[in-house]
């Protein structure tokens, strides 16, 4: 293989530009030559390429975003979006490309690769954590950080005033941040897309906690949690019913996204560019990388996308035993 394209895709999540530096350099030294691709899939098809070396990768490893962009491409899902790219391939001498992104990028890689015949290898960069296959995806890690940090001071305020406060953090369809951040955050309760608990549950299981004195709470809500309609509605519901309760909102957003990537996000998403540049090397092709019991992996497209990455039961036990 001669020339790598390296292209991020979907949500960016922190660390994204510390595994370009990595996979940058690590083509450089086997001797590859990178060019970057813009926009993800849609800079594929529009032809928007950078040549990369070295210095094009210095001082990013700290930052969040991504030096090379992202975008979600509707074109990229027809066979004539997707012709248009490889054509770009092709013209720009492209021969394997490593894509970073969650599973709406390998599942369009996977289509990709088998119109096309091109090697390609993933790396899971998604703050969401929800790819099969993997322990933990670039991105994710830093994110909890954030929403710890950010329930902290809403702790604070809730103590002050007696109050509960429903926290909404990211996850459209999955509940790994709003459980992880909130075990460290020392959540109450916490309501994630793949469990349902209603309102009057929650309620119950929150009196129980005010009945032995508690003054006040923090719900953690998944914004996929689909039973009660998000962190808004679960409100409004508990306000109406039952008005001894005083309960505030915040919906952290897009904040869960940005900031600097935490160490442990740098060093996964280093060894993991590295990884994807010898995986290439080695003849691997259509195969994402993962961080499974601390060590790097190769798992299918096809599988990693085939199962749903299960939450671990034993996190969410320990929220009832911690919460009393
Ligand atoms: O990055 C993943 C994710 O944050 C989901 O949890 C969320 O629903 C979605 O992206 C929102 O992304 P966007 O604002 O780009 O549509």
New binding site residues.
Partial sequence: LKKVGILTS????PGMNAAIRAVVRAAICSNMEVVGIMQGFHGMINNIVEPMNSRSVSNIIHKGGTILKSA?SQEFRTPEGRKQAFDNLVENGIDSLVVIG?DGTFNGARIFSSECNIPIVGIPG???NDLYGTDYTIGYDTALNTVVEAVDKIRDTAHAHSRIFFVEV???DAGFLALRSGIASGAEAILVPEIDMDYKQLYEYLEKGHNKDKSSSIVIVA??EKINGGAIMLSEKIKKEYPSFDPRVTILG?I??GGSPSAFDRVTASRMGVSAIEALNDGQRNVMLGLVNKEITLIPFNQALKHKKQLNPGLLELTRVLSI
């Fill in positions: 979907g949500g960016d999540a979600r969650g998604t703050i969401d990211m996850g459209r914004e996929g897009h869960q996204r």
